[in-house]
């Protein structure tokens, strides 16, 4: 267990890495974002987030990526296809929690295997979905603030359709 300190004088416990290396490959990466996502901001004290952040860091460096590197890199064809059937989960119900190896399954693409092939580019649409869905969720915020000010009349109504245009455009 790797304990840290809160000002209180209780603790925070967090799993070792070494014990994370039995895991399977992609539950450690599971467990950052969750720590990173949830639990971090609930923590006081800049030192204590400070020093979870750096231990979720050297988790990430020392045994998340390698893992996952080390199983998609490999030629166990059964090992990378049940870690990318996994991933692909995640990926649809938590993009965010895959995106430290998304350059890793862009490589994926262009192996031979056809069922890899498929679930990378299944995983590669999840991020395509996400990164749309942000776009859009922008342009969204501005329509509602053009509109807004179309409706105090600050600005014509050829800038709001100019606006429009595009977060039609966009959503299109």
Avoid: C, H
Wanted: no cysteine; charged share 40%.
């Amino acid at each position: 267990m790797k304990i840290f300190n809160k000002k209180d004088g209780g603790i925070v416990q967090l799993i070792d890495k070494e014990k994370m290396k039995e895991w399977p490959i992609e539950l450690p990466l599971i467990f950052i974002e969750y720590i990173r996502n949830n639990q971090l901001k609930t923590y006081e004290g800049l030192k204590l987030k400070k020093e979870i952040e750096q231990y979720l860091d050297e988790v990430l460096k020392d045994v998340a990526i390698p893992g996952l590197i080390k199983v998609l890199d490999g030629d166990n064809f059964e090992e990378t296809n049940k870690a990318l059937v996994r991933i692909d989960e995640l990926a649809k119900k938590k993009i965010d929690m895959v995106k430290p190896i998304k350059p890793y399954v862009e490589k994926l693409v262009k192996k031979e295997n056809k069922e890899i092939r498929k679930l990378s580019n299944s995983i590669l649409e999840s991020f395509t979905k996400a990164e749309r869905r942000k776009r859009l969720a922008e342009k969204r915020k501005i329509m509602q603030e053009r509109e807004k000010e179309f409706l105090a009349g600050k600005i014509s109504g050829e800038e709001y359709a100019n606006a429009r245009k595009e977060y039609l455009i966009l959503k299109e």
